[in-house]
């Protein structure tokens, strides 16, 4: 069975650094796009970026943009998530994704991994 794992998330002071990771487990599988999403409490479940496996196309939700960068290992299927910056808003569990084909939706979640900013 297809499964993701998020990790890397912790507790991080306002203005700092973390990053997170995102590799499938279990059996292999195919997709276009990885991409990152995050749900803080009492919010719906919102994009912030994805990157595609084959040219390494990105794209960021506005939030995020010029504070977050995402990038793939494709020799380790892995997807990561440098976030910088940090601010408090950006606290949330944090959902690693992959898509099927081109031009398909999110097929496949991770766990989630939390992610908490101090003032």
């Known amino acids: 069975q297809v499964q993701l794992v998020e990790s890397g998330g912790g507790l991080v002071q306002a203005g700092g650094s973390l990053r997170l990771s995102c590799a499938p487990s279990?059996?292999?599988?195919?997709?276009?796009?990885m991409g990152w999403f995050r749900q803080a409490p009492g919010k719906e479940r919102e994009f912030v970026a994805r990157?595609?496996?084959?040219?390494?196309?990105?794209y960021y939700a506005d939030s995020v943009k010029g504070r977050f960068t995402i990038s793939r290992d494709n020799a380790q299927n892995t997807v990561f998530l440098q976030m910088s910056s940090l601010e408090p808003e950006d606290a949330a569990v944090y959902y690693c994704?992959?898509?099927?084909?081109?031009?398909?939706?999110?097929?496949?979640w991770g766990q989630g991994t939390q992610v908490t900013v101090s003032s």
């Open positions: 994704a992959a898509t099927g084909g081109a031009g398909s939706g999110y097929k496949y």
């Open positions: 279990g059996r292999a599988f195919s997709s276009y796009a």
């Open positions: 990157i595609t496996w084959s040219g390494g196309s990105v």
